[in-house]
């Protein structure tokens, strides 16, 4: 079986607005500054546009084995499950109680 890689890959691009605050610009605008890069870099064979930040050899993915009892998962490869948290609110606190 041959090896397989993942890299992590970083483009960079601009927008300008108003905010000072980056957190304050509507996504739409960033995602509309990012689409325009990217057709940018399309048109242009922009390949310098990229970089790699990491690479690593991905392990083998073993398929995950799950014991079901009476429709509940109560086993995920070997480690045991608890679904009580997920099933009551005896530790959320009300407002209005």
């Known amino acids: 079986m041959s090896k397989k890689y993942n890299h992590m890959i970083d483009m960079a691009f601009q927008i300008e607005t108003n905010e000072?605050?980056?957190y304050n610009i509507p996504k739409s605008e960033v995602?509309?500054?990012l689409l325009s890069r990217i057709s940018t870099?399309?048109?242009e064979d922009d390949w310098e546009a990229f970089g790699c930040c990491?690479?690593?050899?991905?392990?083998?993915?073993?398929?995950?084995?799950?014991?079901?009892e009476g429709?509940?998962?109560?086993?995920?490869?070997g480690i045991a499950t608890d679904w009580t948290f997920h099933t009551?609110?005896?530790?959320m606190e009300f407002k209005y109680e």
């Open 20 to 22: 000072e605050d980056f």
């Open 31 to 33: 995602i509309s500054a």
């Open 41 to 43: 870099i399309v048109k």
């Open 54 to 68: 990491d690479t690593y050899e991905v392990e083998e993915n073993k398929p995950s084995s799950r014991t079901v």
């Open 71 to 77: 429709g509940m998962v109560v086993e995920i490869d």
């Open 88 to 91: 009551t609110d005896d530790d």
